[in-house]
């Protein structure tokens, strides 16, 4: 799994959890080992530009996804094939205001977001009622098990 992380932002992140995480929920939508991910972390100002870019909303935003090749998720008999998954941009900012009022941690809040971008460059949407509960499944999912993963590590 080719991931990088660019942290352009202010505020300090372990980026080697959000790439752990990373490669698990890769994994666990079988996405071929030769994807490519980039995920770069933004201060508020750089967000609210690409916010009012590419979604016409003003202020800065938690995460933002930018697919590449349309990858879906494989199966563990036929995993999806190698290519560009895309970019996840998110905002450590807009993080650690949102987690503040989640009770969580920053860190937990990144995670979370990670995740849900990842989700959104596979293809998933939470539009509907019914796609919000398969991609919140998913995502809670994909989240408890790299908890207990991280907790035999």
């Known amino acids: 799994m080719s991931i990088e992380i660019n942290n352009e ?3 300090e992140v ?8 990373a490669v698990f929920a890769l994994d666990a939508m079988h996405v071929h080992p030769d994807a490519e991910l980039a995920i770069v972390l933004v201060d508020e100002g750089a967000m609210e530009q690409l916010h009012v870019q590419w979604m016409d909303e003003p202020g800065p935003t938690d995460v933002l996804s930018f697919p590449m090749d349309e990858l879906r998720p494989g199966t563990e008999d036929a995993p999806t094939p190698a290519g560009l998954l895309g970019d996840i941009v998110l905002c450590p900012q807009v993080a650690q205001a949102q987690a503040e ?11 979370l977001l990670t995740t849900h971008g990842i989700l959104h460059l596979l293809g998933f949407d939470h539009a509907e009622p019914d796609e919000e509960k398969e991609m919140f499944g998913l995502q809670r999912e994909i989240l ?9 590590r």
């Open 9 to 11: 932002s202010a505020i």
């Open 144 to 152: 408890a098990g790299f908890a207990q993963q991280e907790r035999r």
């Open 14 to 21: 372990d980026e080697s959890a959000i790439q752990r995480l």
């Open 101 to 111: 009022t989640a009770g969580h941690s920053t860190m937990a809040e990144l995670q």
